[in-house]
């Protein structure tokens, strides 16, 4: 009994999630300096022209640190924008561009919590409106594939900073994830995915079917990291690797998910987590069609994040990821129970172009509008729900780009048109998206770029302050338990939150916001033995051995 007694306060003291002590990493702690317009690289555009030859233009990134801090290996995110590979306006969107607010939210969050983030510009240019679909699918195909050889040298000159240019963004070399959003996503899953040139040249749906030609050319376009001279790229930065350690997309999709090789690939493949709002109409959330969003035209058959997801699963790229399905902090054993609840419940898409799945599989959150006020769809069409802007602000920079460019843009009509499938946004209904992400991304993030231990990216670990006994009347009972037991404490010292551990310290299970001084647990299907219960009220925490029969 003493022995059990002392092992008891040891996991207590060890194991225990604390709700209020900061973790770097997952709760902000600093202020944000922003450095801006950073080049990275410099390549050819097919939007500028010089002598009738596309022209050479900078790539540039934003750069987000965490003030005041001393840690020189920080890990590194490149968030990556949307836009639809056309700049900002010129595709009838209010975003497009390293400035959307989502993106400097995001960022910011990052560095607050001791990431360094990247914003970087990569090139644009495709015929989305073109009347031929080989001319569409081709120049999409081409410009996704310019934007992975242009974020894969920027993953090579943070690297070559850190080597020779004395590390002035303080990273991690080896800890560097692409986030893509929107159109991003589709460099983000390309970057984790792409490992040889002939995974496009020699598949099908990217082979011209009147030319019998790839839509990418080696010749033409260059080599997947960009890194041998082409008609239609400059190499930048080689000697240095282009790979990532994790691939995060926010729509968007994959060009196959036969690029996905797993433990047979020919170098290392990232694990790949992903958002999607379920009934997107321009990306797939499964199997399907991209869609021209401006004028609804099709371009390609891909696949979205589910099914990207589900298949980096089984090819084994998203076990280190695995045990965040644990995470015993409140939101993010939320956001778990959701996804599990939700990964065998069918959903038909068909209306979309899509085929069959499922809700949902681990590794990837789906989110699910409303219904449709308006047609009285269950589940109305959205798209981006993490985009907000201001309209007052777009109503001045609007004649000042048209001033600008000579254009007619009209910011009444831009506005609207983003309502359309973001019919509520705010800055507020973004804001809360972006927590449920947060919450999604950390921990498993943790894992993969290795941060801390196991138990600390799953929040395992405590600094809390034990409370005196005597002060709660801590009580469990019936104590064996056969199906359930109550967990009573004194009326004055209401439960906050009770989690349940076996008697390694593994977590199992928690249930958070219980205020009350009563609670019954259920065993479920747990095997018999004994478990340690840990409950938690507003002073500091106790706990308690139960043993199931």
Request: glycine share 8%; hydrophobic share 40%; charged share 20%.
């Amino acid at each position: 009994m003493k022995q059990f007694n002392i092992l008891l306060i040891l996991l207590v003291c060890c194991i225990a999630t604390s709700l209020q002590a900061q973790q770097r990493y997952f709760d902000a702690q600093y202020e944000v300096e922003k450095t801006s317009d950073v080049i990275y690289a410099t390549n050819i555009s097919v939007l500028t022209m010089n002598n009738g030859d596309p022209d050479t233009i900078p790539l540039v990134m934003d750069v987000y640190t965490p003030v005041g801090d001393d840690n020189d290996a920080r890990p590194v995110v490149l968030y990556l924008h949307t836009g639809s590979f056309l700049p900002q306006y010129f595709n009838g969107q209010i975003t497009g561009g390293k400035l959307d607010s989502t993106v400097v939210e995001a960022c910011t969050r990052l560095a607050e919590r001791g990431y360094t983030a990247i914003a970087p510009t990569y090139r644009a240019g495709w015929a989305p409106t073109a009347p031929d679909q080989n001319i569409r699918t081709a120049t999409l195909l081409q410009a996704s594939y310019r934007g992975i050889q242009d974020i894969r040298s920027c993953v090579r000159f943070l690297r070559q900073s850190a080597d020779t240019g004395g590390n002035p963004y303080g990273i991690a070399p080896d800890k560097i994830v692409a986030w893509g959003q929107g159109t991003g996503g589709y460099i983000s899953l390309g970057m984790a995915s792409l490992d040889e040139y002939e995974e496009i040249g020699e598949l099908d749906k990217f082979i011209n079917p009147q030319t019998f030609e790839p839509y990418v050319v080696e010749a033409v376009h260059g080599d997947i990291d960009g890194l041998q001279p082409a008609f239609l790229n400059l190499p930048n930065t080689p000697g240095y690797s282009s790979d990532v350690q994790l691939a995060v997309n926010m729509g968007g999709a994959l060009g196959d998910t036969s690029w996905i090789d797993g433990a047979s690939s020919t170098r290392p493949e990232p694990p790949i987590i992903g958002y999607h709002v379920v009934t997107d109409p321009f990306a797939p959330f499964g199997d399907g069609p991209v869609i021209v969003p401006t004028t609804n035209e099709f371009v390609v058959q891909v696949h979205g994040t589910r099914l990207s997801v589900q298949v980096a699963n089984e090819k084994g790229l998203n076990d280190i990821v695995a045990p965040a399905a644990m995470d015993a902090r409140p939101l993010g054993a939320v956001v778990n129970a959701r996804v599990a609840g939700l990964s065998p419940v069918p959903i038909d898409l068909s209306a979309l172009g899509q085929s069959p799945t499922t809700l949902a599989t681990e590794g990837m959150y789906p989110f699910i509008p409303p219904p449709d006020a308006n047609t009285g769809a269950p589940i109305r069409l959205e798209s981006g729900p993490w985009d907000w802007w201001s309209k007052p602000l777009l109503d001045v920079l609007i004649p000042q780009i048209n001033g600008l460019f000579g254009t007619d843009f009209n910011s009444d009509t831009l506005h609207f048109n983003g309502l359309i499938t973001n019919p509520d946004m705010s800055a507020e209904k973004a804001r809360v998206y972006m927590d449920t992400i947060m919450a999604h991304f950390l921990p498993r993030a943790c894992l993969a770029l290795e941060l801390a231990t196991v138990d600390e990216c799953l929040g395992l670990v405590s600094t809390e302050d034990l409370i005196d006994d005597s002060l709660i009347e801590l009580a469990v009972a019936p104590n064996p338990a056969t199906d359930h037991v109550w967990v009573r404490t004194n009326a004055a010292y209401p439960m906050e939150a009770i989690q349940l551990f076996d008697i390694n310290g593994r977590f199992i299970k928690a249930q958070y916001n219980i205020d009350n001084h009563q609670y019954r647990l259920e065993r479920g299907a747990l095997p018999p033995g004994t478990y340690l219960i840990k409950v938690k009220v507003e002073d500091g925490v106790s706990t308690r051995k139960v043993i199931f029969r």
